[in-house]
């Protein structure tokens, strides 16, 4: 099957600096990707949909000058958390569409991200 | 707006057959899915249905009825292994897919 990898798993981070998630497709080529956060016993919350070679699209109430995302090739999407503050612990989570299979779409295992 | 509502809790014993509900109202309709997610873990795909009706694989079915925008997801012969969330999703149209809350499944010896 379709394998998506997040790097890092876990990172903790002290307020005002910067943290970087990579998000790969292994084994398949991802025009789109999507960015996901969620909190501890609730669902997944869609931050924004990254497509290569162009801009993200964002949700309503997530910060684009905050949550810097690249689509930079077809198998890597990176998100930028930025000046990071201690509301912004999450487990971040990413997913990706194979294009040759238009419903189904596949998540990296996430990463833990701790701000203190 | 967009609005999928599952239970939250769900407790079972090991075993026995649950039925996980699933309701929801979309602006549009494009396929539904049931994930699994342990936890501090990524969801895990199950199924997918598009058309009413009835979708088989191993112990897991999963249940779709537009007309009535109601899915369930049956699991059979549980085992300690099932205890996790169960997030029903919508795809209601385009790239996006929206999630519900995820329902906790708790099953006991």
């Known amino acids: 099957g379709a394998v998506v990898s997040q790097h890092p798993s876990w990172v903790i981070c002290k307020s005002g600096t910067s943290v970087k998630i990579e998000c790969r497709s292994l084994d398949f080529q991802a025009t789109t990707m999507f960015w996901y956060r969620q909190f501890p016993k609730q669902s997944l919350m869609l931050m924004a949909t990254s497509n290569e070679g162009s801009k993200a699209t964002y949700e309503q109430g997530v910060e684009k000058d905050k949550f810097l995302i690249n689509h930079a090739s077809l198998t890597l999407s990176t998100l930028t958390v930025t000046s990071a503050h201690p509301e912004d612990s999450s487990f971040y989570i990413c997913s990706a569409r194979d294009g040759q299979r238009t419903y189904e779409q596949y998540f990296g295992p996430g990463t833990r991200l701790t701000v203190t | 707006g967009q609005n999928i509502d599952q239970p939250t809790e769900m407790t079972a014993t090991e075993g026995a057959i649950v039925q996980i509900n699933c309701t929801y109202q979309?602006?549009?309709?494009?396929?539904l899915f049931w994930y699994q997610q342990h936890a501090g873990e990524a969801p895990t795909f199950l199924s997918y249905n598009v058309l009413d009706g009835l979708e088989e694989k191993g112990r897991f079915s999963s249940f779709l009825s537009r007309s009535k925008g109601y899915s369930y997801l049956l699991l059979k012969e549980l085992q300690m292994k099932d205890s996790a969330s169960y997030l029903c999703a919508v795809n209601p149209g385009g790239f996006k897919t929206i999630f519900g809350a995820g329902t906790r499944l708790f099953v006991k010896a």
């Open positions: 979309t602006s549009g309709f494009n396929g």
